[in-house]
């Protein structure tokens, strides 16, 4: 079984360090008794002002420290990319998506099963796009305008 308890420390302490990030938070069912190796995604939230080197760097460290502590998370399907960056300006709609909205979010519930059923994509799948797209300039910003 993964070690949550020594990724989630390990992931904070490390991101927490970098110039820019003001705090790390983790939510979902990480926090729970839910949380099953190899289905379940990582929620986090990585809340400051990231340059886009920092945030891919940060992606691949998920990667790398869910293959350290055994999370299995390559395997899960791919429904948005972790972590979420969350800049200052943006932070109060972000709660307010997550504290109290889900009802909203959980509309687009059976087409979230289905991708759990049938995933076009998984995190591995990701990364590997992370790596090989991220070389390249255009790209790299583009792509971090909407992560």
Known sequence: MGDKASF??????RVSAIPGVERVEFFGSILTDKFV?????IDVAVFGEVSAEDKHRIRLLIRDLSKKYDMKLEQVPFLHP???FVPPKREK???ETFNGHLHLIRLAEPIRRLIKKYPP????????L???FARIP???RVFYLFW
């Open 8 to 13: 989630m420390d390990e992931f904070e302490q």
């Open 37 to 41: 190796q190899g289905r379940s995604d």
């Open 82 to 84: 972790t972590p979420f």
């Open 93 to 95: 709609i972000f709660r």
């Open 121 to 128: 994509l998984t995190h591995d799948g990701y990364w590997r």
């Open 130 to 132: 992370e790596e090989r």
């Open 138 to 140: 255009f790209f790299h």
